[in-house]
């Protein structure tokens, strides 16, 4: 497992479900830049990320009842766990063995793979480029969620974490449902209050750990 030693994730959002009449989802595009103490092995390299192909409904909900949440996940990663299957099913272990098939199945079917880029080549700084669709919930509402570093990656003492999070004009951020999580289950607070420029929203975060975030907003 790698050190990471920061980790800055920018999600722009594009409000396609305002304006095409066709789509029902946004569309999120997502910039990831990372720092390392060392340079990351070719088999380290690829990961599987959220896609554009729209889930069937049902499809969607065997997944998440599964646990698997849609978020960059090292294909080492993937590989490692779904070869425990068989395994699994041999010592009787269903629930370890329902999570493995359910994330073979979205990894292979719903996520693409995409490959991080050094910049320079040979560098400890990473970039991680990709799209991805988001359908709001039950309410209208949509939910970006995301923990960071990925999967795949440890925070060393003194590592940062930066997420961002660019809302259209017309988007109204959640202030009292967005919120980081720790996994001591402590809440932290945005680092930087909604800022408006423009009739634009942007939402961050600033942590020296490893939280789990959501922004939730409307139109």
């Not at 729209?54 to 960059?72: A, V």
């Given at each position: 497992?790698?050190?990471?030693k920061?980790?800055e994730?920018?999600?722009?959002?594009?409000?396609?479900?305002?304006?095409?009449p066709?789509?029902d989802?946004?569309?999120?595009?997502?910039d990831s830049?990372?720092?390392?103490d060392?340079?990351?092995?070719?088999a380290?390299n690829?990961?599987?990320?959220?896609g554009t192909?729209?889930?069937?409904?049902d499809?969607?909900?065997?997944?998440?009842?599964?646990?698997?949440?849609?978020?960059?996940?090292?294909?080492?990663e993937?590989?490692?766990?779904?070869?425990?299957?068989?395994?699994e099913?041999?010592?009787?272990q269903?629930?370890?063995?329902?999570?493995?098939a359910?994330?073979g199945?979205?990894t292979q079917?719903?996520?693409q793979?995409v490959?991080?880029?050094?910049?320079?080549?040979?560098s400890?700084?990473y970039?991680?480029s990709?799209?991805?669709?988001l359908l709001p919930?039950?309410?209208?509402t949509f939910e970006?969620k995301t923990t960071?570093p990925?999967k795949?990656?440890q925070?060393?003492?003194g590592?940062?974490v930066r997420?961002?999070?660019?809302l259209p004009?017309g988007?109204t951020?959640?202030t009292n449902a967005?919120?980081?999580?720790?996994?001591?289950g402590?809440?932290i607070q945005?680092?930087t209050?909604?800022n408006?420029?423009?009739g634009?929203?942007?939402?961050?975060?600033f942590y020296?750990?490893d939280?789990?975030f959501?922004?939730?907003?409307?139109?």
């Amino acid at each position: 497992m790698v050190n990471c030693k920061t980790h800055e994730t920018v999600m722009t959002v594009i409000p396609t479900s305002r304006y095409s009449p066709s789509h029902d989802h946004d569309l999120i595009h997502v910039d990831s830049t990372f720092t390392t103490d060392v340079p990351i092995p070719d088999a380290e390299n690829i990961f599987f990320v959220p896609g554009t192909q729209p889930i069937p409904p049902d499809i969607l909900k065997m997944i998440k009842n599964g646990g698997f949440s849609f978020e960059p996940i090292p294909k080492s990663e993937v590989i490692r766990q779904v070869t425990d299957y068989a395994q699994e099913i041999s010592q009787n272990q269903p629930v370890a063995a329902i999570s493995d098939a359910v994330m073979g199945i979205a990894t292979q079917e719903y996520m693409q793979q995409v490959s991080m880029k050094a910049d320079p080549v040979g560098s400890t700084f990473y970039h991680l480029s990709y799209d991805f669709i988001l359908l709001p919930e039950n309410d209208g509402t949509f939910e970006l969620k995301t923990t960071l570093p990925y999967k795949g990656f440890q925070m060393p003492p003194g590592g940062q974490v930066r997420l961002i999070v660019v809302l259209p004009v017309g988007a109204t951020c959640d202030t009292n449902a967005t919120k980081g999580t720790l996994l001591n289950g402590q809440q932290i607070q945005e680092g930087t209050p909604a800022n408006v420029a423009n009739g634009v929203q942007v939402v961050s975060f600033f942590y020296q750990n490893d939280p789990d975030f959501l922004v939730k907003y409307k139109y």
